[in-house]
């Protein structure tokens, strides 16, 4: 498991979101890769584990496999599962589990990444279960072609990504004889290919399964030549060699005939420095560079004394860290570790959101950890905000402004209003509390200027009072006309201080003024600290949805 192997080089060194400041947040640098986008350049691949069996489930195996669950998936999608000897769930529901050989589970899987942006899979093929004949290999061979059928259907991509870190001999025949010849994969239209080339990664290239650099070179150089273009899966000292040592002598020799690199960052945090340099060295050596990204880890149930909730993922803000770094760098491509990583704590498809959803008789690292409810689809729409940020449909935002739920109605309560657009606050200028105070934009801090008591007054509406000031969010002076300034003043029931709160996708809202009948507008789509807001025709921008969520 990828996992065991941390680098502590980066721990202690995560450049948390919140941290961001508006002026770093200037020097997005220059996107570049050594290639043009493609299959898995210029997009977002998730590493995919489908190694999970059940008993009963007709597979080889037919057993349950890798059971030693950290967080357990949100059920309630499958249309088959099959029952678990855990306890039941805290909602008194039967623990059932769902088997990756079931071509309905994998379907699921898929669709999830169409609706969510994801653009390419990696399906982990581990070196050491494909001897040829034996139970594992086919089990393997079979989930392969579940992917594959699934990809196709879904218009996603995937690629075979070995791993390396149970061994390294039999990769060569393996692609040779099953993966071309006998399962075809790299025939399907769903195959991801870079530079018309079929993709292949190599996981654990310079690490000690690979000791030896002239081994290493000749694993990468093999699968050149047939065509492929190779992604080496790396320690985070790669280029360096310093820190946890986890880089073997030599390879500075192998990196250059590498066509991408993806350091391996599960157990660290995000560093801007070495991240920069990372990139930069692969610009310079005509290399394409892939960031790995992932929500947090957690290794407690499987691995006794390793504490649980070893890397938390603060409810969102520690994965959007990290995108909002690799966004800042300008490095194009991501993957993320991992989609179905159950086992360790890593995974970004839907899972138990609290007790009520997860087995009673053991613990296990459910959504609400970090004192925030989420829902179960929430680091899936993460991922999706920081794809599109990544790609340059969203800008740079430091703060993750992705709804923790989705709600199609409001609950009366106190609220940060964030927008789509800038991922910056609702704020009162100034903390200014008089009538006629202005409102902008500002980076979230948590300050009672920020914060919005939401209530409802009936028929669909609703007043925003300042949670610092006690006065109504309102169109000033009663204007209509779009470019009408929003301000603070006393609620006096006018409908200029009311409001329609209307879901529009992924968990956003338009706020429309009553009376107007416009919408709750950032000033000329601006994203910066201090951006007026106004009233304006709803035309679907960006700067015209808001997250609504929890302070």
Same mark, same amino acid.
């Given at each position: 498991?990828?996992?065991?192997?941390?680098?502590?080089?980066?721990?202690?060194?995560?450049?948390? &979101?919140?941290?961001?400041?508006?002026?770093?947040?200037?020097?997005?640098?220059?996107?570049?890769?050594?290639?043009?986008?493609?299959?898995?350049?210029?997009?977002?691949?998730?590493?995919?584990?489908?190694?999970?069996?059940?008993?009963?489930?007709?597979?080889?195996?037919?057993?349950?496999?890798?059971?030693?669950?950290?967080?357990?998936?949100?059920? *309630?999608?499958?249309?088959?599962?099959?029952?678990?000897?855990?306890?039941?769930?805290?909602?008194?529901?039967?623990?059932?589990?769902?088997?990756?050989?079931?071509?309905?589970?994998?379907?699921?899987? +898929?669709?999830?990444?169409?609706?969510?942006?994801?653009?390419?899979? /990696?399906?982990?093929?581990?070196?050491?279960?494909?001897?040829?004949?034996?139970?594992?290999?086919?089990?393997?061979?079979?989930?392969?072609?579940?992917?594959?059928?699934?990809?196709?259907?879904?218009?996603?991509?995937?690629?075979?990504?070995?791993?390396?870190?149970?061994?390294?001999?039999?990769?060569?025949?393996?692609?040779?004889?099953?993966?071309?010849?006998?399962?075809?994969?790299?025939?399907?239209?769903?195959?991801?290919?870079?530079?018309?080339?079929?993709?292949?990664?190599?996981?654990?290239?310079?690490?000690?399964? +690979?000791?030896?650099?002239?081994?290493?070179?000749?694993?990468?150089?093999? +699968?050149?030549?047939?065509?492929?273009?190779?992604?080496?899966?790396?320690?985070?000292?790669? *280029?360096?060699?310093?820190?946890?040592?986890?880089?073997? /002598?030599?390879?500075?020799?192998?990196?250059?005939? &590498?066509?991408?690199?993806?350091?391996?960052?599960?157990?660290?945090?995000?560093?801007?420095?070495?991240?920069?340099?990372?990139?930069?060295?692969?610009?310079?050596?005509?290399?394409?560079?892939?960031?790995?990204?992932?929500?947090?880890?957690?290794?407690?149930?499987?691995?006794?004394?390793?504490?649980?909730?070893?890397?938390?993922?603060?409810?969102?803000?520690?994965?959007?860290?990290?995108?909002?770094?690799?966004?800042?760098?300008?490095?194009?491509?991501?993957?993320?570790?991992?989609?179905?990583?159950?086992?360790?704590?890593?995974?970004?498809?839907? &899972?138990?959101?609290?007790?009520?959803?997860?087995?009673?008789?053991?613990?296990?690292?459910?959504?609400?950890?970090?004192?925030?409810?989420?829902?179960?689809?929430?680091?899936?729409?993460?991922?999706?905000?920081?794809?599109?940020?990544?790609?340059?449909?969203?800008?740079?935002?430091?703060?993750?402004?992705?709804?923790?739920?989705?709600?199609?109605?409001?609950?009366?309560?106190?609220? *940060?209003?964030?927008?789509?657009?800038?991922?910056?606050?609702?704020?009162?200028?100034?903390?200014?509390?008089?009538?006629?105070?202005?409102?902008?934009?500002?980076?979230?801090?948590?300050?009672?200027?920020?914060?919005?008591?939401?209530?409802?007054?009936?028929?669909?509406?609703?007043?925003?009072?300042? /949670?610092?000031?006690?006065?109504?969010?309102?169109?000033?002076?009663?204007?209509?006309?779009?470019?009408?300034?929003?301000?603070?003043?006393?609620?006096?029931?006018?409908?200029?201080?009311?409001?329609?709160?209307?879901?529009?996708?992924?968990?956003? +809202?338009?706020?429309?003024?009553?009376?107007?009948?416009?919408?709750?507008?950032?000033?000329?789509?601006?994203?910066?600290?201090?951006?007026?807001?106004?009233?304006?025709?709803?035309?679907?921008?960006?700067?015209?949805?808001?997250?609504?969520?929890?302070?």
């Amino acid at each position: 498991m990828k996992t065991q192997f941390k680098d502590a080089l980066w721990i202690g060194k995560l450049t948390l &979101c919140l941290a961001l400041t508006a002026t770093a947040l200037g020097g997005v640098g220059a996107a570049h890769a050594a290639s043009a986008p493609g299959d898995v350049v210029g997009k977002v691949s998730v590493g995919y584990q489908g190694w999970f069996s059940a008993a009963g489930d007709g597979s080889p195996v037919n057993a349950w496999g890798h059971q030693n669950l950290e967080m357990w998936p949100d059920m *309630r999608e499958y249309t088959t599962t099959y029952q678990t000897s855990f306890a039941n769930f805290g909602n008194g529901q039967p623990a059932k589990m769902f088997s990756s050989y079931d071509q309905s589970t994998v379907n699921v899987h +898929f669709n999830w990444m169409t609706q969510n942006g994801i653009d390419t899979a /990696a399906l982990q093929r581990f070196v050491n279960e494909i001897t040829p004949g034996s139970t594992l290999k086919a089990q393997r061979d079979g989930v392969a072609l579940k992917v594959m059928n699934a990809a196709q259907s879904a218009g996603r991509k995937f690629y075979i990504m070995y791993d390396t870190s149970g061994g390294t001999a039999g990769m060569q025949a393996d692609w040779t004889n099953t993966i071309v010849n006998t399962l075809h994969l790299t025939s399907s239209s769903a195959y991801a290919k870079q530079n018309g080339k079929p993709v292949v990664c190599i996981w654990g290239v310079g690490y000690h399964f +690979f000791p030896n650099p002239t081994d290493g070179a000749a694993i990468v150089n093999w +699968f050149k030549a047939q065509g492929c273009y190779v992604i080496a899966g790396v320690p985070g000292d790669w *280029r360096t060699g310093t820190g946890s040592g986890n880089t073997q /002598a030599g390879y500075g020799t192998v990196w250059p005939i &590498c066509d991408m690199i993806m350091p391996w960052q599960v157990g660290g945090g995000p560093d801007e420095p070495w991240m920069t340099a990372d990139f930069a060295y692969c610009n310079s050596h005509n290399i394409d560079y892939q960031s790995d990204v992932y929500p947090g880890f957690s290794f407690h149930n499987s691995n006794a004394g390793s504490p649980a909730n070893q890397m938390p993922r603060n409810h969102g803000d520690f994965m959007w860290s990290q995108f909002a770094l690799v966004k800042k760098v300008g490095v194009p491509s991501a993957y993320i570790s991992m989609f179905d990583e159950v086992n360790e704590g890593t995974a970004i498809f839907k &899972c138990a959101e609290d007790a009520s959803m997860s087995p009673t008789n053991q613990w296990f690292l459910n959504l609400d950890a970090d004192g925030k409810h989420v829902s179960s689809d929430y680091y899936l729409r993460l991922t999706n905000n920081g794809g599109k940020m990544l790609k340059g449909q969203l800008p740079l935002q430091a703060l993750n402004s992705t709804p923790f739920v989705i709600n199609s109605t409001i609950a009366n309560g106190t609220y *940060r209003i964030i927008g789509r657009g800038s991922g910056r606050a609702l704020d009162v200028g100034g903390q200014l509390i008089a009538n006629g105070s202005p409102i902008d934009l500002w980076d979230y801090n948590a300050g009672s200027n920020q914060l919005w008591s939401i209530q409802s007054i009936g028929s669909g509406h609703y007043k925003i009072i300042g /949670a610092q000031s006690g006065r109504a969010l309102e169109a000033n002076g009663q204007g209509i006309a779009n470019g009408t300034a929003i301000d603070l003043y006393d609620y006096n029931t006018g409908t200029n201080q009311q409001w329609s709160i209307v879901p529009t996708d992924n968990g956003y +809202f338009k706020i429309i003024g009553v009376q107007s009948g416009r919408a709750l507008d950032v000033n000329g789509a601006g994203t910066a600290n201090g951006s007026g807001t106004e009233l304006w025709d709803y035309n679907g921008g960006l700067n015209q949805q808001w997250s609504i969520g929890p302070q």
